[in-house]
Structures are given as C-alpha cells and as structure tokens.
C-alpha cells in the first residue's frame, strides 16, 4: 500500500519561499508534484525519476528545485521567487511506470491530499 503525506504549504508574499515535502511510504517510485489553481486542471510542476533525473515545467525552471532523501524516501519542493500565479493546491504523486520526464497526470496512479501554498 502506497501512501504519500505532504506538508510545507502556507501562505507567502511575491519573492519569498516555501519547501514542500512529501513522506512516501511503500517503495521505489518516480515522484512529481503536481498544482491545480481554482478553476483550472491539474498540471505537471517537477518530476524525479528513480535514477535521479529530474525535469520542469517552463513556467518554474530556476525558481523550483525538486529533490529526493533516499534514506527516508522524502520528496521536497523548493520553491523561490514565488508569484501569484503560483496559488494552488500542490499535489505529490508517484508511479513505478512514470519517467524522469513524464509530466502527464494519467501517468502516476499514487496522489497524496494535497497542500495549499498561497502568494499575494
């Protein structure tokens, strides 16, 4: 059984930063996180595949890092220089069948609850 459990959202001003993490538990996967905005579908923010490989969203290339702690199987989301359009509910999942450049939300069938980050 796999489980996910996100924390690290909040609410922060233009230009500052937040870490999201996300506890996995139950194996060797390829995790990503994933935002919706009010009103708007869910989209691909930053994948980690099992070897390492990471890859990003044009929208967030050299504001967002994604990283791994493969001691305790934990996936964070740096987030700097935050803009409005930002503000959305961020999503971690995992699948043992995504790739390190796979951003397509049919392709991870593990999600966890969610977590708010807000920007004004």
């Known amino acids: 059984h796999v489980q996910l459990v996100e924390s690290g959202g909040g609410s922060v001003q233009a230009g500052g930063s937040l870490r999201l993490s996300c506890a996995q538990y139950?194996?060797?996967?390829?995790m990503a996180w994933f935002r919706q905005a009010p009103g708007k579908g869910r989209e691909g923010v930053a994948v980690h595949g099992t070897d390492g490989s990471t890859m990003y969203d044009d929208s967030v290339k050299g504001r967002f890092t994604i990283s791994k702690d493969n001691a305790d199987n934990t996936l964070y989301l740096q987030m700097n220089s935050l803009k409005p359009e930002d503000t959305a509910m961020y999503y971690c999942a995992a699948d043992r069948g995504a790739s390190w450049c796979d951003l397509e939300v049919s392709s991870f069938g593990y999600w966890g609850q969610g977590t708010q980050v807000t920007v004004s």
């Open positions: 139950g194996g060797s996967f390829s």
